[in-house]
């Protein structure tokens, strides 16, 4: 890892020369690449537009948090954050949970933002028990479920 690093640091100097307008163009071809031909299929709504065309009806103050898996892919990829301290996903072996669980800790960290978690109907099966959590520390996040009826890629 280190060789690697230093690899990268002396073949760019430490300096990043990438533009805004490059940034912007990588984006809008990433976009394009991931974009979906279809809406909808006979089961139902594809995750991609679902997820791209929700960032409309939020205000750019919620915080939002992914859950693990399928609809991860899609997220930290379609997604939007407006603003920074808006958009929380977890990283590495990404533990099924994280969604509502982060969810429940911004809601107690900031008690006068919208908060909502967009989870999948698994994931939300495993940590339904976190209904009560919520209840007894009296915060009110939002839960998106993604239903599939499955565990799509396990
Ligand atoms: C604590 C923990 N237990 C089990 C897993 C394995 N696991 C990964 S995703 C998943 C469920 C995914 O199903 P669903 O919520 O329906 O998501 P989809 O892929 O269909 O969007 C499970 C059990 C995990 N990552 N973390």
Same mark, same amino acid.
């Given at each position: $890892?280190? /060789? &690697? ?28 690449? !991931?974009?979906?031909? /279809? ?5 139902? =709504?594809?995750?991609?537009?679902? !997820?791209?065309? +929700?960032?409309? %009806?939020?205000? =750019? /103050? ?5 859950? =693990?898996?399928?609809?991860?892919? =899609?997220?930290?990829?379609? +997604? ?15 533990? /099924?949970?994280?969604? %509502? ?6 809601? $107690?960290?900031?008690?006068?933002? %919208? ?11 495993? $940590?339904?028990?976190? &209904?009560?959590? !919520? ?5 009110? %996040? ?10 799509? !890629?396990?």
């Amino acid at each position: $890892m280190r /060789v &690697l690093t230093d690899r990268l640091l002396e073949a760019c100097g430490g300096r990043v020369s990438w533009t805004g307008t490059e940034v912007a163009g990588l984006r809008r071809d990433l976009a394009e690449a !991931i974009r979906r031909v /279809v809406s909808a299929t006979a089961s139902g =709504v594809s995750r991609c537009h679902f !997820i791209k065309h +929700w960032r409309r %009806p939020l205000s =750019v /103050v919620t915080i939002v948090t992914g859950d =693990v898996k399928a609809h991860k892919f =899609v997220m930290s990829q379609v +997604w939007t954050a407006p603003q920074p301290d808006t958009f929380l996903m977890s990283n590495g072996l990404s533990s /099924v949970g994280y969604g %509502p669980a982060s969810a429940i800790a911004a809601a $107690m960290v900031r008690p006068n933002r %919208p908060v909502v978690s967009v989870t999948g109907d698994g994931e939300f099966a495993m $940590m339904v028990q976190e &209904l009560e959590t !919520i209840r007894r520390v009296r915060v009110a %996040p939002l839960f998106a479920v993604l239903c599939d009826r499955s565990l799509s !890629i396990i």
